[in-house]
């Protein structure tokens, strides 16, 4: 016991060292740069990284910098809570969150010390009512809106969904079954016939599925929800199966350069398409000033930079949270001493705010904490991903409405 | 030192199985108790309260576990599947009908338990290996029921809001009030795991682990401790689970999945198998180890290294390396783990400074 004590006073003493300066904001970002979702968490963890940089660089927010402290919570719960408790204690006003079950443990906490959370792309679907989470920002579409998206997609795709067979490929998981509402509801509303395929963990084999969709049920579109090694298993799953590419949409986690190279390439993948949050691809300026900044310090870019899903979606996090902390200083007369209140509000504030295409035209301000809930298809072709619709959401009546009933149930 | 006995001079059995060998251990337990009920929370900070909470909670499951893998031999990977039924237990209890945290948290405890004996009923005939991988399956079927269960998990996503405990009208919902919640817990289970270990039960427990079939001789009814180490362990268990879903305020089963069994049985192989001590050891290393690496790495590297954005990358790696470099460092120093090297320590300083 002596020992455990004398080793926190050591390391008390340690962080203290490291105490906030005057005319600094700080703020929070959880990556996973180790366990099982190390593949996404590192490439976007260099994306927040590095555009913090860049703001910083440019003379940060109003003359203030931001110092990014980042936390790795090896997609565990109980380093999560400590970590954010450690931000707390350094004086974060803000903090970017990673994965569902974190979230879920830090929502209550979040609420109470009335800090602001941002969850793009995974949490709770019915964090989109700003009036029942006052503090979380889903700020990119969740899986609920991704499954109305979804099924608008496949409605342009096959020119109406009138008795069509659509199948819900999805990993069987409470992330991967939180679809489902949407599509059954939606499935009723349209009259298409929904078939579903969970994929029991850890998602690496999946032929029968794959058989099943394609030669028994005969399905006209597929709407695959999957994880981590999974989906490159079910773009070869398919083919096998005789599927075309073209007729499956996935979700957001399912579509990224590490998915298809996994796969066998941009060639085995021809015409595989996913929903994505944030703009993906090299064209965008802001990945040129990044670039520039890396030239300008005598350093060569980061690797990490060519997996363009993941890290174009750290900087949509990273420029979200700095366009609310640049409303948030208005609020507070300029001064760099923001409140956890005043991000929130300043990111209430976000409106009509894309960084050259990168980041859809979301707005935040009005109760809807996702911003709209907008996604955009992009098609594997043969040298990357091209844009295959412009930036949409499907069927946003209906899924607000249920996020609304949903909130409700909130105690 | 000049307040130890020097010799094993215990006579009978009641001085052989008392809680205070000695007066001394009388006022070390007293020591302790102002520390963690006076000191920790009125000086220390919210945010190594909040480390304490987390060591807190892994203490109860790690006594726990220690019981069934420490004091019977039975070994089990499904730890935290019990976990997850004393949360989800709780969280419908108290969600639904409103039930205060002092009926929850036992309920919680005895539905794991009851699960514990289901789940147990294989180590009647199979043990070691054998056993482990019916117990890995239990962690499968239970996590895959609740999940597809929305009457136990609440909906598609599995996870069900819990308020916050209140007592006497007063929501323990800072770190500070939460300090004092678990840390009761955690006296009552160390305490009921220090009675279990010296009583009767415990004698049996030991009894089964060294020898069944001695022990069957020796009148011991062997299915029946094995069951009731089971139901003991999911118990514990299922309390730690409660108490996770109190903590964070909500019941999700991706909190408990395989990874964390595997943990808590690192922590009972660390810290010492088969002593109550040894869990508590094992429990605040395994969770300390890893967030005073990070904090050292946080404050040292700046100035071993410039580039912040690599550093957060490096640290995270080089304190998965850390961890398991200085776990297998500790096994090979001392194989039967903290405890034993606690003991050496003390026998070393109980006769010091001869050497006998």
Redesign the interface.
Known sequence: ?KK?LT??AV??G??A??AAHAGEIVIGQM?D??GPLANVG?PL??GV??YI?LVNSQGGVGGHTIR?I?I?N?Y????A??GY??L??EGAVLVGLFG??IT??????LE?DKTPGTTPGFG??AAADGAAFPYLFPAAASYWSQAGASVEYAKQQMGGLKGKKIAYLFY???AG??G??VLRKLSEMEGFTLNEFPVPAPGIEMDNQARDIARRYRADFVISHLFGRAPSVQINALTRAGFPLEKVVSFVWGASEADVDAAGGNEAALGYSGLQFAGVGDDFQVRRDIRAMFKAQG?EP?TSMSSTVFYNRGILIAALHVEALTHAVEINGGEADVTGTQVRDGFRKIKDFSLGGLLPPLNLAGGDHEGGGWVRVFKVTKDGFAPATDWFKGYRDVVFEMIKEESAK?? | MFHRESGYYKTSYASDSALYPLPVAKWAVAG?AVLFFVVAPLLV????L??LN?VG??VVGALGLNILVGLTGQISIGHAAFMSVGAYTAANLA?RFDLPFWITLPSGGLMAAAIGIVVGFPSVRIKGLYLAISTLAAQFIIDWFI?HTPAI?GG????I?V??PSIFGVVL?T?RELYLFILVTVVIAIVVALNIARSRVGRAFIAIRDQDIAAEILGINVRRYKLMAFAISSFYAGVAGVL?TY????A????FPL??SIDYLAMVIIGGMGSVLGAIFGA?FV??L???I???M???G?YLIA???SL??I???M??ILFGGLIMFFLVVEPEGLNRLWLNIRSYFRVWPFSY
């Not at chain 1, 565990?76 to 380093?79: A, F, L, Q, R």
């Open positions: 016991m455990i080793s926190i390391v008390g340690l962080a060292m490291t990556t740069r180790t590192n963890g260099d990284r590095d940089d990014l980042g790795d090896q565990k719960v109980p380093p809570v400590e408790q450690r707390k204690s569902t079950p879920q443990a830090l929502t209550a906490d109470k709770t679907a069987d998981n409470p079954r939180e489902l509402p350093r980061r909130k105690n | 302790f900070s919210s945010y190594y909040t480390i987390l909670i892994a969600t999940v998990s598609f996503q599995a996870s809001q308020p916050r919902d770190q996770y903590y964070s305020g909500v999700n089963n991706e909190f990874v964390v605040t969770t300390l890893p967030i005073t990070d904090l050292i946080s404050s040292l700046p580039d912040a954005g957060s990358g640290k995270s790696h304190r998965l």
